[in-house]
């Protein structure tokens, strides 16, 4: 699966996604476009997901007729993040085209 990080998205959590290509807004040039933007630039470059923090994307953006899938984590705070590590893997490994998913991530 290619699958892109938004700006937010911890890069550590790059190293669990194993089996899997995924690169950085930023290093694709993209680190300044805005949602629908970056929606709209993943897909022509044939990304299968987009995993954000941005938890309003689904209210801000049509998601309904995307090919890509996006996934929303609930914080940019690595601590917490790789809390949930295995989580996010399986949420990854089961996304198919269009889908969209939210994993909440208590500050405490």
Excluded: C
Aim: net charge neutral.
């Amino acid at each position: 699966m290619l699958i892109l990080f938004d700006q937010g998205v911890p890069e550590p959590l790059r190293r669990f996604l194993t089996g899997h290509a995924v690169y950085a807004a930023r290093e694709k040039g993209w680190g300044t476009l805005l949602n629908g933007e970056l929606l709209r630039a993943a897909e022509r470059e044939g990304f299968d997901l987009l995993i954000t923090t941005d938890q309003s994307i689904a209210y801000q953006q049509n998601l309904k007729d995307r090919r890509i899938a996006v996934l929303v984590l609930g914080t940019t705070d690595w601590r917490i993040v790789q809390r949930k590590i295995q989580e996010i893997v399986t949420a990854v490994n089961g996304m198919q085209p269009a889908d969209y998913a939210f994993i909440e991530m208590p500050h405490r």
